[in-house]
Each structure stands twice: as structure tokens, then as C-alpha cells.
């Protein structure tokens, strides 16, 4: 656990500028929002190094993120986790209901948050331990491929012929030349899990497969595989006996409660609408959410979780409803507000050219696979935006996923011929693009459909 005063873990240490130039690696535009959620994750490092009798009063500012799909709002969250080494997750709001009603409890959000912590502490005590756990695989293998003498009275001799026959096989092992020959270890079944089915009874689940793990017996089946596989396998089963469940457990406890952050998309979708029905719920999904947000204590399998000082990220589109229809009590709880802009023709260039996943490079490096040497001019980015640009106006805007449509349309002939061009190379130019989209594009009702 980490000790007071310090940072759980070693999550990153970066400047709001940092965090901004590496979000604009990945994401155009929409500076508001980046410089907010960077001054936010700044503000969680400030926190753990003041006062401790300031420290508990020091809530995180949550932040709502006003815009419309595909301009975003995920993705934004989503690297900005990756970024600090924090955990994270990602849920719908529109997945929950009230309680007495069918679906799941928002507590889970919490328990997901948990788990996914879980992970990262064992990836981080991992290295600690993988220098002993590999020798110990070693040792273990070396046992199944020099196995000791059984006989009662060993000479000295025998025993000496023993050591020196172990280190050469030890020897031949870590050369890699014993790789392909075939040995027979035990490997540990896990049980199938449980799942009840019942809304609200994830807890009981993990509950109830936890328990019948603890008091049913291990059932081992001896499997045969490589010594390459074999050595991998074993290695993986001393990890797992040299971290200590309670130890890996309070500290994802502690890195969840301190720098967890839970993304919350489409809040919108629970402002309850004017009609009764399905809708019946949406304002209870409000009412139980508020606590978790507010601040409260969560029961999981590892333990109680404070949610006091979980950062909760929201995001909606708005379009039917504002945020000014949510619960007051909620509203209060996301102080910051970053709308997000619809994104223009530039934007959509800049998207197609400058990150460094950019759609253009990742159809490059897929052809490539075939040996197919894809090329994309400056007026084929430049139309493509237009395109992209044009269809969001005159039908559903749904921002940069339109560059995904616009794209796999452009590139479905030469992707299905690519495995046949061999080492074929394919210029995509303004003319090339206009002939395969312009007629799309201009029957507004058929592109309603394909784009």
C-alpha cells in the first residue's frame, strides 16, 4: 500500500500542458474540454501532496461533457486513463435502472472501477516478483526433466552425477534447445462462473463463486505441451502464488477510492421525457447515481470503497433535453461544463492527416499487410472532408464516426482485390474519391442508408 503523503502506485506525473499535448496527439480539436479534464487530473496529484487534514476535504471536480456524437467526448476520457495509469472505466448510464426494476445497480459501476484497479496492481507487483517466479518455473521444469533418484542410500557419487546432469539440463534449458520436447504438467481448472441472472445480484455472484472456489477442491488436470509452453505456463502459476491476495486487494482499494475515474456517457438518455413507460425509471437511475457521485461507501468482494474522491466524467449530446433538466443535487455535482463544437470540414482534414491513429494511416498499414502500397493525395483528404462534412449536414450528424463510413466505402473494391494485386500500389486522388462517392452522396435518401 502506498504510504501517506504518496501517490498509490506510480501513476504519471504530468502537467495540464503535457496532458493537452498528448491528447492532441490523438484528438482534434476541442481544446476547452482537454484543458478542463487536464486541470481536473492535476488537481488529484495536487491533492495527494497537501496537509492530510486537508487532503479529506478536497473533493474532485467532476466535469460534463455537452456535445454532440462523434466529436470526442470517449475518446478524450478514454486516453486521458491511459495517459495517468489510473483506473478506469467506461458504462452507459442508459444500462441502469432504478432499483425494483430490471437492470443493473449503479454500485456496479463501482465494483467494475475496482477490478479493473485489481488489474493494474497486479501488473505493477507483477515485476517484483518475476525474477523469482521465473526461476522458480525453472526449477520446476528441471524437476519433471532430471528428476531426483528415488533410491534409499545414495552414493556420493550418484548424487554428484545428479547435480552435474541438473545443470547441464539447466543449461540446455535456458539455450532455448530444449524448446520443442514434450512434458506432461499439472494445470489448475478454474470453475465455470456463476451468474445468477437476477438484476442486482452481481454482488452475489462474485460472492458466491468466491466462497465455492475458497471450499470446493482444486481439480488439476495433467496436460502435455512443449517445454517452450510448459515454461510460460509455469511461470504464470508461481506469479500467482507470490502475490498476496491481500496485499494486491487493499491497494486496489486505495488506487480506486484516489485516482479512479468512471466515465458516464449518454446521461442524457435519463432525463425522463414526457412520457410514462419505459421512461418510468430514469429519474430513480438520477436519484441512485447521486450518492455514488455525491460521495458514499460501496460494498465489493475486496472490501468497502469510498467514492468521495472518484473522479466521474459525464457526457451527453443533449439534443432533446439540457442539462438543466437534470436533478439539482446532480447538477451541483459536475461543476465543470465543456461543450463541445461540431466539427467542421478543416476539422475533419486535420482528423484524417494529423493523429497519429488517423484513419488515412491505418487503411495504409492494413494493405500493406498484402503488400499493396496505399497512397492518399492532398485534394483525396481535402474531398473526403467535404464529403464527410456534407452528409453530416444534410442527414444525422454523427461527427468523425462518418469518416469510418465515408472511408470503407471509398476502399471496398481495393480492399477485396488487394490480396490478389500482390505488389500493387493504388493512388487515391480527388477523382478517384469523387467517383466512387459523388453518387452516394447526392441521392440524400441513399446515403441515409449506405454512409
Same mark, same amino acid.
Given at each position: 500500500?502506498?504510504?501517506?503523503?504518496?501517490?498509490?502506485?506510480?501513476?504519471?506525473?504530468? !502537467?495540464?500542458?503535457?496532458?493537452?499535448?498528448?491528447?492532441?496527439?490523438?484528438?482534434?480539436?476541442?481544446?476547452?474540454?482537454?484543458?478542463?479534464?487536464?486541470?481536473?487530473?492535476?488537481?488529484?496529484?495536487?491533492?495527494?501532496?497537501?496537509?492530510?487534514?486537508?487532503?479529506?476535504?478536497?473533493?474532485?471536480?467532476?466535469?460534463?461533457?455537452?456535445?454532440?456524437?462523434?466529436?470526442?467526448?470517449?475518446?478524450?476520457?478514454?486516453?486521458?486513463?491511459? *495517459?495517468?495509469?489510473?483506473?478506469?472505466?467506461?458504462?452507459?448510464?442508459?444500462?441502469?435502472?432504478?432499483?425494483?426494476?430490471?437492470?443493473?445497480?449503479?454500485?456496479?459501476?463501482?465494483?467494475?472501477?475496482?477490478?479493473?484497479?485489481?488489474?493494474?496492481?497486479?501488473?505493477?507487483?507483477?515485476?517484483?516478483?518475476?525474477?523469482?517466479?521465473?526461476?522458480?518455473?525453472?526449477?520446476?521444469?528441471?524437476?519433471?526433466?532430471?528428476?531426483?533418484?528415488?533410491?534409499?542410500?545414495?552414493?556420493?557419487?550418484?548424487?554428484?552425477?545428479?547435480?552435474?546432469?541438473?545443470?547441464?539440463?539447466?543449461?540446455?534449458?535456458?539455450?532455448?534447445?530444449?524448446?520443442?520436447?514434450?512434458?506432461?504438467?499439472?494445470?489448475?481448472?478454474?470453475?465455470?462462473?456463476?451468474?445468477?441472472?437476477?438484476?442486482?445480484?452481481?454482488?452475489?455472484?462474485?460472492?458466491?463463486?468466491?466462497?465455492?472456489?475458497?471450499?470446493?477442491?482444486?481439480?488439476?488436470?495433467?496436460?502435455?505441451?512443449?517445454?517452450?509452453?510448459?515454461?510460460?505456463?509455469?511461470?504464470?502459476?508461481?506469479?500467482?502464488?507470490?502475490?498476496?491476495?491481500?496485499?494486491?486487494?487493499?491497494?486496489?482499494?486505495?488506487?480506486?477510492?484516489?485516482?479512479?475515474?468512471?466515465?458516464?456517457?449518454?446521461?442524457?438518455?435519463?432525463?425522463?421525457?414526457?412520457?410514462?413507460?419505459?421512461?418510468?425509471?430514469?429519474?430513480?437511475?438520477?436519484?441512485?447515481?447521486?450518492?455514488?457521485?455525491?460521495?458514499?461507501?460501496?460494498?465489493?468482494?475486496?472490501?468497502?470503497?469510498? !467514492?468521495?474522491?472518484?473522479?466521474?466524467?459525464?457526457?451527453?449530446?443533449?439534443?432533446?433535453?439540457?442539462?438543466?433538466?437534470?436533478?439539482?443535487?446532480?447538477?451541483?455535482?459536475?461543476?465543470?461544463?465543456?461543450?463541445?463544437?461540431?466539427?467542421?470540414?478543416?476539422?475533419?482534414?486535420?482528423?484524417?492527416?494529423?493523429?497519429?491513429?488517423?484513419?488515412?494511416?491505418?487503411?495504409?498499414?492494413?494493405?500493406? !499487410?498484402?503488400?499493396?502500397? *496505399?497512397?492518399?493525395?492532398?485534394?483525396?483528404?481535402?474531398?473526403?472532408?467535404?464529403?464527410?462534412?456534407?452528409?453530416?449536414?444534410?442527414?444525422?450528424?454523427?461527427?468523425?464516426?462518418?469518416?469510418?463510413?465515408?472511408?470503407?466505402?471509398? *476502399?471496398?473494391?481495393?480492399?477485396?482485390?488487394?490480396?490478389?494485386?500482390?505488389?500493387?500500389?493504388?493512388?487515391?486522388?480527388?477523382?478517384?474519391?469523387?467517383?466512387?462517392?459523388?453518387?452516394?452522396?447526392?441521392?440524400?435518401?441513399?446515403?441515409?442508408?449506405?454512409?
Amino acid at each position: 500500500m502506498a504510504k501517506k503523503g504518496e501517490m498509490p502506485l506510480a501513476t504519471r506525473d504530468l !502537467t495540464p500542458r503535457q496532458i493537452v499535448e498528448e491528447l492532441d496527439r490523438y484528438i482534434v480539436g476541442q481544446d476547452d474540454a482537454k484543458r478542463a479534464v487536464a486541470v481536473a487530473i492535476r488537481n488529484r496529484w495536487r491533492r495527494q501532496r497537501v496537509a492530510d487534514d486537508m487532503r479529506g476535504e478536497v473533493a474532485p471536480k467532476n466535469i460534463l461533457m455537452i456535445g454532440p456524437t462523434g466529436v470526442g467526448k470517449t475518446e478524450i476520457a478514454r486516453r486521458l486513463a491511459h *495517459l495517468t495509469g489510473a483506473p478506469f472505466i467506461k458504462v452507459e448510464a442508459t444500462k441502469y435502472t432504478e432499483v425494483g426494476y430490471y437492470g443493473r445497480d449503479v454500485e456496479s459501476m463501482v465494483r467494475e472501477l475496482v477490478e479493473n484497479a485489481i488489474g493494474l496492481v497486479r501488473e505493477h507487483k507483477r515485476k517484483d516478483v518475476e525474477e523469482e517466479a521465473r526461476q522458480r518455473a525453472i526449477d520446476r521444469l528441471l524437476d519433471i526433466l532430471a528428476p531426483r533418484p528415488f533410491a534409499a542410500s545414495e552414493e556420493e557419487a550418484d548424487q554428484g552425477h545428479y547435480q552435474r546432469t541438473r545443470a547441464k539440463m539447466r543449461d540446455m534449458l535456458l539455450a532455448r534447445e530444449l524448446d520443442q520436447r514434450r512434458v506432461e504438467i499439472a494445470t489448475e481448472q478454474k470453475a465455470a462462473p456463476m451468474v445468477l441472472g437476477a438484476p442486482g445480484l452481481e454482488q452475489m455472484d462474485m460472492d458466491l463463486q468466491g466462497m465455492f472456489e475458497r471450499f470446493l477442491p482444486k481439480n488439476t488436470v495433467k496436460r502435455e505441451m512443449s517445454v517452450a509452453q510448459a515454461k510460460e505456463t509455469l511461470f504464470e502459476q508461481e506469479v500467482d502464488a507470490l502475490l498476496k491476495p491481500e496485499e494486491v486487494n487493499a491497494a486496489a482499494v486505495e488506487l480506486a477510492e484516489n485516482v479512479g475515474i468512471i466515465f458516464v456517457d449518454e446521461l442524457d438518455k435519463v432525463i425522463a421525457s414526457e412520457t410514462r413507460g419505459a421512461d418510468v425509471s430514469r429519474q430513480g437511475v438520477q436519484r441512485d447515481l447521486l450518492p455514488i457521485v455525491e460521495g458514499t461507501t460501496v460494498q465489493t468482494r475486496y472490501g468497502y470503497v469510498k !467514492t468521495d474522491h472518484i473522479l466521474f466524467v459525464a457526457a451527453g449530446a443533449f439534443h432533446s433535453a439540457s442539462p438543466s433538466e437534470l436533478m439539482p443535487e446532480l447538477q451541483g455535482r459536475f461543476p465543470i461544463r465543456v461543450e463541445l463544437q461540431d466539427l467542421t470540414k478543416e476539422d475533419f482534414v486535420r482528423i484524417l492527416t494529423e493523429p497519429k491513429n488517423s484513419l488515412t494511416r491505418q487503411y495504409v498499414a492494413l494493405l500493406q !499487410t498484402e503488400g499493396v502500397t *496505399l497512397e492518399f493525395t492532398e485534394d483525396a483528404i481535402d474531398a473526403l472532408a467535404s464529403y464527410a462534412f456534407q452528409v453530416n449536414q444534410s442527414t444525422q450528424n454523427i461527427g468523425a464516426r462518418r469518416l469510418h463510413t465515408i472511408l470503407e466505402r471509398l *476502399l471496398e473494391e481495393a480492399s477485396f482485390e488487394a490480396p490478389d494485386m500482390k505488389m500493387g500500389r493504388i493512388v487515391v486522388n480527388a477523382a478517384y474519391v469523387n467517383e466512387r462517392l459523388q453518387e452516394v452522396t447526392e441521392d440524400e435518401e441513399l446515403s441515409k442508408f449506405i454512409l
